[in-house]
């Protein structure tokens, strides 16, 4: 049976191609899956979920038919796990090659099912690239998502090192960038230019392109020794150039922009090895634990030999050719020319590029120097680097500590296994659970270990401790079958080295033998205690806690009963299980102890409302899951409700070393006052030794003597308490450092009323470190409707000395949580779930991002209660970090808007090419409450405009606040909404804004847009009688400036190659590049020298011989159209 199931195994591997890993790209972007494609019988096959999810399809897997069903837009697919033929809307269609099971993914053939969605499918065998097009987005999804180009690319050589780091690049921003996810900087090769499309930039691989984030400027960068072009070879000398910028679009919308001029690296350098490895190859703790291999430069003609350099790694990412070139001769090894692939062991003396020995336990990573054999004509070229190494001792074998069968699931979650992590985790990448049969186990070794799939064995990951987990459901054993009962079974782990290398990983010894069965009784609660916390005479005075279960897995949930006491001694587990439902209360399992307290409604099992004056015990039934038996508690001790008022405890106490006096005034102590203090007099904070703390009761603290406490009176807030100098522990001895103390805070009652001990505070031990202090007056406010973080206004007073403060963090807590809220655990909040807060030196005012999220995780939206702390964050790790009080409550709920106005008309009244010509009117909302004024914004009609784009420009017309028709004429100044003139020769659509005054309405509304208007294009006078002659070694080109000027900002002179000037038109004019021209002022002479390094219109040297022909184009002020010369006569090039 076994040689079957490996014949059936082998059969199936060898029917997948060790084909080059195969990329899929869905509108452009990369899909990314767990399990990668693959080629099996000529189809690419792809894990089901990635594929169908990717093209919006909802996916429904059936395990017992063994069945996929994938549904979008009234199109079903159901393909069967195995089977050539697939159904398409209950119509059979046959398959090439069925859906199968690969290293526990399903997998599916890719053409089919995208196909059968109504996609675009083209395969690319040379690029091993399956490339998607999605046909279903409407012309409005188009417009709201559209992108625009990167302009003015430049190219600049600015060194000669003979690779990327002497290309700098620049480039204008895309005019809107809202839609821009970000930019990608793609260098190719000149000679590849004119094929370079924006399809063909989309398919260039992650490593091959620079990405540049938006950040509201113009870009400027420098490349790196390591850049790469479009075709993944490193930039070198003597190769010529052009560079793209494509604009990626949040939602796939990409545009690819204009190619920058040719540059060609001048610089020439050797060539950098490949492939470079670093191993840990034995255990004496020195550089002869390393050894270092790579593949040799593909041209070792101008090299002369190799250094090996060893870097730590957190130095690394700023190692660079510079660095490596000024590492001393003692700090690399040396490797001389000697075949196809060179290795080399370290030395017990080697040191990394720092100085320091190769040692243990130190992350490293390591590069190969490729040394020129004539540093004045090449350069040195540097390798890429390895991964991380961290030299240490073997791998130790996990030890096995016990197996046992822990639940009735009749699969892998009733295996519970626990093991002794490895002597050293640092060469230790993950564990790998095996379960063997016990038929099986003493043929079970490393061997069989490594060749296994992830679907027989349970990985689990390192923890620095030791580990006990329970399997998964859906793990099978080594041979394949699941895991069940009534099967025998023995377990090995094996620690997986993080080298890669599978020699190195380590199985341990096989556990005990263990047999799964159905274990079917649920077991008992242990401690249940009951107290009277209240005065409501119902079910509301009485709070119940008890430990849960040891064992919950074959719990459902637990029943309170309460059972007078007379009944009591008689109650047992039948009597249980026959209560009523609305006799008893159910408490769900949340894998802690817990603690409720009844409700008004509540009624003992007899029927009877709980009430005061009656005697009770409690019971708690664990009610079985399924076939389970039930299992009832002991009961608590005895009850009886009375009517005495309480005096409820202050809560949240906590104490913060703030000062170094060395007394009590280094000490704050604060706390959340009580829930209820109409019974309370005043508050006594108690500071009581630590060793003393765990037996201080409320009859201890009421014998205090007055002069051993701090009296606090009742303010109706939270409290924040700074104690004296003269302040003493409850012993009498004076506060001071060194000493381990907790706080207590008892509420005394007013009258005959019963005093009340907090729960004690944090330990806390003076010391002289300097004191972090907390923001102070944290208020949130709502002032926006995005319903997320967005709405939400944070302020508060910044600390009263920041000398000790990094920065601050805004924490937006749940207020059902807010009063368990501490500074350990604002310390744990993980960063994704708090607002970072710069120093300003003055008090901060924030308005959170739309992705902010509350400390839990979850987004902020309406309707959730929260309260904002701020955690004041030290600079120095020995002091701490403090926490402000909390803010008041605040829920955000939607605001008010003003309305929009109707009716907006735009015309065109004038004829002097100006925003004058422009009249425009509209109507104003028949309810104007809450309106501050009305703002006229022109947008040019192929531009995006929304209220979010309203809100934030400046630029616009202001109409005060009237009733009725409003009409107004744009002043000769007006821009529209980017700052740009409005000038002839564009579209132009008009929409205005409603202001809210911020009082009554908050919220501002925009109108639909106008119908599109445009003013008369109006154009600048020419130049006129351009001519060029040869003056010595100079081209001289005269013209004549117009005699009208009006509207002339320059003139720019261009000299075109007489075989293009035919074609040459004032767009490609317009596009020329200010290292392209000659620049003319409109107060300057009309003459310009050309001379044999000027560059023509296209950014190409001049060439002797060449005859050029020239242009003047005049450049106007934005408010009119440039206009373009009449060329020159054709002239020769002699420089």
Not at 975 to 997: H, K, N, P, W
């Amino acid at each position: 049976m076994i040689a079957f199931a490996l014949l059936f195994t082998f059969a199936i591997q060898t029917q997948v191609q060790a084909a080059p890993q195969i990329s899929v790209y869905i509108d452009g972007v990369k899909l990314k899956t767990d399990q990668p494609p693959m080629m099996i019988r000529g189809r690419t096959m792809l894990p089901l979920r990635a594929i169908f999810e990717a093209l919006d399809a909802r996916v429904g897997w059936n395990q017992r038919a063994q069945t996929v069903t994938a549904t979008k837009a009234g199109t079903t697919i159901v393909l069967k796990i195995g089977s050539k033929v697939a159904t398409i809307n209950d119509s059979n269609v046959t398959l090439e090659v069925p859906a199968q099971t690969i290293r526990g993914r399903t997998m599916v053939p890719l053409r089919f099912v995208s196909e059968a969605m109504g996609e675009q499918v083209l395969w690319n065998s040379r690029t091993q690239t399956v490339t998607i097009n999605t046909t279903n987005r409407d012309e409005d999804d188009y417009l709201s998502d559209q992108v625009y180009q990167a302009t003015n690319v430049n190219a600049r050589v600015t060194g000669q090192a003979g690779n990327g780091s002497d290309l700098t690049v620049s480039f204008n921003r895309a005019s809107q960038e809202s839609n821009i996810n970000h930019y990608r900087v793609l260098v190719v090769k000149a000679s590849d230019s004119s094929s370079f499309t924006l399809a063909r930039a989309r398919l260039v691989a992650d490593n091959n392109y620079t990405v540049v984030d938006t950040y509201g400027r113009n870009p400027s960068l420098s490349l790196n020794s390591w850049t790469r072009d479009v075709n993944g070879d490193v930039l070198r000398a003597n190769q010529s150039y052009v560079v793209y910028v494509l604009t990626v679009g949040k939602r796939s919308q990409d545009v690819l922009s204009r190619p920058s001029q040719t540059v060609t690296l001048t610089g020439d350098s050797a060539y950098a090895v490949t492939n470079v490895k670093a191993r840990d190859v034995a255990d004496y703790g020195d550089g002869r634990d390393m050894s270092v291999s790579f593949t040799r430069a593909s041209d070792e003609s101008n090299i002369s030999n190799y250094r090996v350099m060893v870097v730590k790694s957190q130095d690394a990412h700023r190692f660079d050719l510079n660095a490596a070139n000024s590492v001393s001769s003692s700090n690399y090894t040396t490797v001389y020319k000697s075949g196809t692939t060179l290795s080399t062991t370290l030395s017990s003396s080697s040191r990394d590029t720092s100085g320091d020995r190769i040692r243990n336990g130190v992350p490293y990573t390591v590069f190969v120097l490729s040394v020129s054999n004539n540093v004045n004509r090449h350069s040195n070229q540097l390798s890429a680097s390895t991964a991380t190494i961290t030299l240490g001792t073997t791998v130790g074998a996990p030890v096995i500590t016990s197996v046992a069968d822990v639940s009735n699931y009749g699969d892998g979650r009733d295996l519970q296994v626990a093991f002794s992590k490895s002597s050293d985790e640092s060469k230790v990448s993950h564990y790998r659970i095996f379960v063997v049969p016990n038929r099986d186990y003493t043929r079970f070794d490393l061997t069989e270990a490594n060749k296994l799939s992830s679907s027989r064995y349970y990985q689990v990951s390192k923890t620095g401790y030791n580990i006990t987990t329970t399997l998964s459901s859906s793990l099978t054993d080594v041979n394949g079958s699941y895991i069940r009962n009534n099967e025998t079974y023995r377990v090995f782990v094996m620690a997986v080295s993080n080298d890669g290398y599978s020699s190195n990983n380590v199985l341990s010894g096989a556990s005990s033998s263990i047999t799964l069965s159905h274990n079917s009784i649920a077991n008992a609660v242990t401690n249940v205690q009951v107290s009277d916390v209240s005065d409501y005479n119902d079910g509301r005075d009485m709070r119940i806690t008890f430990n849960r279960a040891s064992d919950e897995s074959l719990i459902d949930h637990y029943r309170v009963m309460v059972v007078k006491t007379s009944n009591a001694d008689r109650f047992n587990v039948s009597d249980a299980n026959n209560v009523s439902s609305s006799y008893y209360t159910k408490v769900n399992k949340t894998g802690r102890d817990l603690s409720l307290t009844l409700s008004s409604s509540a009624r003992d099992v007899d029927g009877s409302y709980i009430r005061n004056g009656v005697s009770y015990r409690v019971f708690v039934l664990s009610v079985g899951r399924g076939s389970s038996s039930n299992a009832l508690s002991y009961a608590s001790s005895t009850i009886t409700l009375s009517s005495n008022s309480a005096v409820y405890a202050a809560a949240n106490v906590q104490a913060y070393d703030i000062n170094d006096y060395g007394d009590g005034r280094d000490m704050r102590v604060t706390f959340n006052r009580a829930a209820d203090e109409s019974n309370i007099s005043h508050y006594r904070v108690m500071v009581v030794k630590s060793s003393d703390a765990g037996r201080f009761t409320v009859g201890d603290a009421n014998n205090v003597s007055s002069y051993n406490y701090t009296y606090v009176s009742r303010n109706g807030s939270n409290q924040s308490v700074t104690l004296s100098s003269g302040a003493r522990d409850v012993d009498g001895s004076q506060i001071r450092n060194g000493v381990s103390y907790r706080v207590f805070v008892l509420s005394v009652g007013s009258g005959s009323y019963s005093n009340t001990l907090s729960s004690s505070s944090n330990t806390i031990t003076l010391s002289n470190n300097s004191t972090v202090y907390p923001a102070a007056n944290v208020m949130a406010s709502d002032i926006n409707d995005y319903n997320d973080g967005r709405d939400m206004r944070v302020s508060f007073n910044r600390a009263a000395d920041e000398s000790n403060i990094s920065h601050y963090r805004i924490m937006v807590v749940k207020s059902v949580d807010a009063s368990r809220f501490d500074v350990y655990r604002a310390n744990n909040v993980s960063s994704y779930n708090y607002t970072y807060v710069s120093k300003t030196g003055r008090n901060i005012d924030q308005i959170l991002s739309s992705s902010a999220q509350d400390v839990d995780g979850a987004a902020i939206r309406n309707g959730v209660s929260y309260k904002v702390f701020v955690l004041s964050v030290s600079n120095n790790s020995n002091n701490a970090n403090m926490l402000s009080v909390p803010s008041a409550e605040i829920m955000l709920t939607s605001n008010s808007s003003v309305s929009a106005p109707s009716n907006v008309t735009a015309n065109v009244t004038g004829n002097s090419g100006t925003a004058r010509d422009i009249e425009v009117s509209f109507t104003a909302p028949s309810n104007d409450y809450g309106v501050l004024e009305y703002r006229v914004m022109a947008v040019k009609s192929d531009q995006s405009f929304g209220l979010a784009d309203a809100n934030n420009t400046p630029y616009y017309t202001y109409a005060s606040k009237q009733s009725g028709t409003i009409r107004l004429s744009l002043p000769d100044n007006a821009r529209d909404v980017r700052g740009e003139a409005i000038t002839s020769g564009s579209a132009y659509r008009f929409y205005v804004l409603t202001v809210a005054d911020g009082r009554v309405s908050t919220v501002n509304a925009l109108s639909d847009p106008s119908r599109d208007v445009a003013l008369s294009a109006q154009y600048v006078s020419s130049a006129t009688n351009v001519t060029a002659v040869m003056d010595g070694s100079d081209m001289r080109v005269y013209f004549s400036k117009p005699a009208n000027e009006r509207g002339v900002a320059y003139y720019a002179v261009m000299a075109v190659p007489s075989s293009k000037a035919g074609s040459f038109t004032l767009d490609e004019a317009n596009w020329a590049g200010a290292n392209s021209s000659k620049i003319v002022s409109a107060s300057g002479e009309g003459v310009v020298t050309l001379k044999y390094d000027d560059k023509d219109a296209y950014g190409n040297q001049l060439v002797n011989g060449e005859t050029y022909t020239i242009y003047v184009l005049t450049v106007s002020d934005g408010r009119v159209v440039n206009v373009l010369s009449t060329p020159s006569q054709g002239v020769v090039a002699q420089f």
